[in-house]
């Protein structure tokens, strides 16, 4: 543990250290997450859009940088064809299929907009 003053916080100020601790682990799977993703500036990404597509598609993720910050992420949509998502989309639909209608009669765009 790290060095502590009289009252027990640590150098944060924090008892524990837990809110480091969570702060830290973030901060090490973003920069792994960084590290592990290709890297190209935005004036690159305006030029080459369609080859930074080509990329995603093959499933690799694109960090967009500007001045050197990482500013975007371009990352590859999971497949529909995924179980998992198609199990979602069926617990939406039931969901939205078990609420009650609200009764609202349709209105004509002329009766929305009184001019």
Known sequence: MG???????????????????ILARYVVKSLLL???MKMIT???????????LEEVIKGVSIGVTKHGKVVATVNPVKSYD???AQAAVREHLEMLRMQPLLGIP????????DD
Do not use: H, I, P, V
């Open 3 to 21: 060095r502590r003053n009289k009252s027990g916080d640590d150098r944060c100020g924090r008892r524990g250290g837990l809110e480091f601790s």
């Open 34 to 36: 960084e590290m592990a």
């Open 42 to 52: 935005a004036t690159e990404a305006n030029r080459d859009f369609s080859k930074l």
């Open 82 to 84: 995924d179980e998992e």
């Open 106 to 113: 349709r209105g004509t765009r002329d009766e929305l907009y």
